[in-house]
T-cell receptor, first 112, second 115 residues
Framework: SQTIHQWPATLVQPVGSPLSLECTVE??????LYWYRQAAGRGLQLLFY??????ISSEVPQNLSASRPQDRQFILSSKKLLLSDSGFYLC???????????FGSGTQLSVL | DQQVKQNSPSLSVQEGRISILNCDYT??????FLWYKKYPAEGPTFLIS?????DKNEDGRFTVFLNKSAKHLSLHIVPSQPGDSAVYFC??????????????FGKGTHLIIQP
């Protein structure tokens, strides 16, 4: 069966510090991978998606970036965090584009 | 511009009664709709979905209804149980590929089941 791992579960970072969140998927090959963010009082906002190694599409302009160095690995990064980057970050995968997503357990990021 | 709208931020229902969560969408390219359930500090879990070729899909206590002409869908939970207390997200997608590859989510409705 397929599983998705996301870490860390919680993170507290000062403004201006770098960020790296990692997500891996097991039990499937060539998954579609996604990063979503849930900010306080808001819905789930799609940040990035990837249909293959090295292929990244950005949905929202921001100071975050994403990379997919391996087939089942998806990384969310920032060189300098802003206060507005605080939120609950979720990695997800799907087998078929536009269909059911399976989410990781999320990372609660607090930028202070 | 919010393409998927859940206009009720919260809903309180007595245990054993029916919970009805509503969702409206504006993008006529959407043809696949899903409901997710989310507990605090956890990722959303898939509940039920419906394709635009259907107007109803049922799975145990959960039923989703789709009204394409009104661009409206609803999730019915019968009977409501304490474990149903969570945030419910409505999501939509143009599976034919008319937009972003990810699902578009609403802001969620916090369902509270009262004993």
């Amino acid at each position: 069966s397929q599983t998705i791992h996301q870490w860390p579960a919680t993170l507290v970072q000062p403004v201006g510090s770098p960020l790296s969140l990692e997500c891996t998927v097991e039990g499937t090959s060539n998954p579609n991978l996604y990063w979503y963010r849930q900010a306080a009082g808001r819905g789930l906002q799609l940040l990035f998606y990837s249909v293959g190694i090295g292929q990244i599409s950005s949905e929202v302009p921001q100071n975050l970036s994403a990379s997919r160095p391996q087939d089942r690995q998806f990384i969310l990064s920032s060189k300098k965090l802003l206060l507005s980057d605080s939120g609950f970050y979720l990695c997800a995968w799907s087998a078929i584009r536009g269909e059911k997503l399976f989410f990781g357990s999320g990372t609660q990021l607090s930028v202070l | 511009d919010q393409q998927v709208k859940q206009n009720s931020p919260s809903l309180s229902v007595q245990e054993g009664r029916i919970s009805i969560l509503n969702c409206d969408y504006t993008n006529s390219m959407f043809d696949y709709f899903l409901w997710y359930k989310k507990y605090p500090a956890e990722g959303p879990t898939f509940l039920i979905s419906i394709s635009s070729i259907k107007d109803k899909n049922e799975d145990g206590r959960f039923t989703v209804f789709l009204n394409k002409s009104a661009k409206h869908l609803s999730l019915h939970i019968v009977p409501s149980q304490p474990g149903d207390s969570a945030v419910y997200f409505c999501a939509a997608s143009p599976t034919s590929g008319g937009g972003a590859d990810g699902l578009t989510f609403g802001k969620g409705t916090h369902l509270i089941i009262q004993p």
